[in-house]
């Protein structure tokens, strides 16, 4: 069994660098490399006259149903074009066809109810990027004015204001993607456009209406058509945008862990055993082999790690405890798990995820070309953030322990306790918060990581009797990843001060640190924290939160494993 080495973050983070091309929707696959920089970094979107054509079979078709309504002519029932929503399906929601529009209308009003604090910019523009590709799928059977208006407003920055509560993760996350739609739609030419009735968005810091919010963009609100409203509302798609932004974060986070396991088992004069191929290979799990080989890779050329495949170990028995030796049967578990659930989010960005479905292309002897089901059901994505959280809790976990022994003076072999070289002992209290700390955000996160998609309520006159919870559980990964980076942060802060006190120890120069920890620890000297200070060794008690703060958004923006990538790229070459 073969398995390639897990594949760095990009030297470019994010596709930041690439913030003025836009994402091109052409009918092709949207990657979670392209969502971040649209959400992210505010990478415009352009859509191609291809993409455009796809939606226009389904709008035609259900043209020709309000047609013959206008006509009198008798039509089937199109759920949400001429029915009740949910439990009222089976309800005529009106006789005189002019009203279909209202109908759309009246179900964002409605449905825009949520509370909470409003979500990150990031993920509202996310949740706009991944429903504008839903639309382009072709099935929705939505006007073109509703694709342009949404990519008028990604690319002159109109962000709603969308509170975290109120989608089930089923039926769609009908809340959260009204609070959009409010701020895109209008009432129809007839009627008064009320301010108050325009939602709510983010201009220039303040929440204004949106009504003013578009206006100050110069994007005229549109009034909807018949089944734009629940086209707009009737999908996945703010729960896989929390999903998606979470993946991505872990993928980097990973990254960083395997460096920040690395530093500490140098510090912590390490056994080299714990890595050898044959090992792995032993197991087969491609997931452990690919991080024992990265392990090997950023220890490689260290004076402090004890044996290797080539050479015994120095010291009997060559066994560390479980934080460090094991390493690459947890991070590996970890790899392969997001692999599989970044699969399955890129999956979900590039699906249709409404109700009904319009397939004009079915054959002749079915007049309705609606099909209702339920691709608005978010199990997959739930169960995709619930991995998320379960796997980044076990690398905080791991990390956690990793931080205890380095504070430990009995299990650090010989480095000073609470690692700091105080001139009087007891004195200083060093780093033994920080180690707290990550207690704290560890057990934290073991109460987040409860599977949500084991809970469901029913809802809708038990119409929609189970539901996935799927945007509880993308909040949630969202907190357990951004509480698992603090971790990293201080596992990244820490282990650099312990190689300081090693080579002191050692009477060695950094030059005994392999390339890969020592540009590691260099990155993290050369840092300046918010207060303007070096990020340096210390001697003696400081104040460490603007020294975490800044570990922290080393990890968070890459800058850790850019510097790292390169230098391995130049061959271990200073």
């Known amino acids: 069994m073969t398995a390639e080495l897990p594949s760095p973050a990009p030297a470019v983070r994010d596709g930041a660098a690439d913030a003025d091309e836009p994402v091109v929707l052409d009918g092709g696959r949207v990657t979670l490399s392209d969502l971040v920089g649209v959400a992210r970094h505010g990478r415009p979107v352009r859509v191609t006259d291809e993409a455009l054509k796809r939606i226009l079979p ?30 009222l399906a089976g309800r005529e929601a009106f006789t005189d066809p002019r009203d279909a529009a209202e109908l759309s209308r009246r179900l964002v009003i409605s449905n825009a109810s949520g509370v909470g604090t409003n979500v990150d910019a990031e993920v509202v523009r996310a949740t706009m990027l991944i429903r504008l590709v839903s639309l382009l799928q072709g099935h929705s059977a939505v006007g073109t004015a509703v694709v342009e208006t949404l990519v008028e407003m990604l690319n002159r920055r109109v962000l709603p204001a969308v509170p975290e509560y109120g989608s089930l993760g089923a039926s769609g996350d009908l809340i959260p993607l009204a609070h959009i739609a409010l701020v895109l739609c209008r009432p129809a030419h007839d009627e008064v456009d009320d301010e108050r009735d325009s939602g709510e968005a983010i201009l220039d810091g303040r929440v204004v209406s949106g009504k003013e919010a578009m206006a100050a963009a110069g994007i005229p609100r549109i009034p909807l058509g018949a ?7 009737n999908g996945t798609s703010f ?8 993946v991505h974060d872990a993928a980097n986070l990973l990254e960083h862990a395997h460096i920040t396991a690395a530093m500490s088992t140098e510090a912590l004069n390490g056994f080299g055993d714990a890595f050898i191929d044959d090992l792995h290979r032993a197991r087969g799990q491609a997931g452990q082999i690919a991080v024992a080989a990265r392990m090997r890779e950023l220890l ?10 080539d050479h015994d170990p120095g010291r009997q028995p060559p066994q560390d405890a479980y934080s460090l030796r094991c390493v690459p049967q947890v991070h590996g578990a970890v790899l392969d798990t997001l692999a599989f659930v970044t699969g399955i989010v890129e999956n979900e960005i590039n699906a249709a995820t409404d109700n009904p479905l319009i397939f004009p292309g079915l054959p002749a002897g079915r007049r309705l070309k609606a099909v209702s089901g339920g691709n608005f059901h978010a199990e997959y994505v739930a169960f995709a953030a619930d991995f998320v959280s379960i796997v980044v809790t076990e690398i905080g976990s791991i990390s956690e322990r990793r931080l205890f022994r380095l504070d430990d003076g009995t299990l650090n072999r010989g480095l000073p306790d609470m690692l700091v070289a ?6 200083d209290c060093g780093y033994m918060l920080p180690q707290y700390l990550a207690a704290a955000l560890v ?12 809970d469901s309520i029913p809802t809708s006159a038990n119409q929609e009797d189970h539901v996935s919870m799927a945007n509880n559980a993308g909040r949630h990964a969202r907190t357990v990843v951004r509480n698992i980076e603090n971790v990293i942060g201080i596992e990244l802060l820490m282990a650099a001060q312990a190689l300081d006190l090693r080579l002191a120890a050692a009477g060695a120069e950094p030059s005994a640190l392999s390339p890969a920890t020592r540009t590691a620890w260099e990155t993290v000297r050369a840092a300046r924290s918010s207060d303007g200070r070096p990020v340096d060794r210390t001697d003696q008690d ?33």
């Open 58 to 87: 389904s709008a035609e078709w259900l043209g020709g149903v309000l047609d013959a309504m206008e006509r009198g002519e008798p039509v089937e029932p199109v759920y949400s074009v001429n029915t009740g929503f949910g439990s």
């Open 239 to 246: 729960s896989c945008a929390q999903t998606a932004l979470a």
């Open 542 to 574: 400081v104040v460490l939160y603007p020294r975490v703060r800044r570990a922290v958004e080393l990890v968070h923006d890459g800058d850790v494993l850019t510097a790292v990538n390169a230098r391995l790229a130049r061959g271990g070459a200073a």
């Open 227 to 233: 089944k734009d409203g629940l086209a707009l509302l």
């Open 422 to 427: 105080s001139q009087k002992t007891g004195l």
């Open 300 to 309: 490689a050329g260290s004076a402090f790690v004890d044996g290797d495949r």
């Open 443 to 454: 057990s934290d996160c073991k109460t987040l990581a409860h599977p949500d998609s084991v």
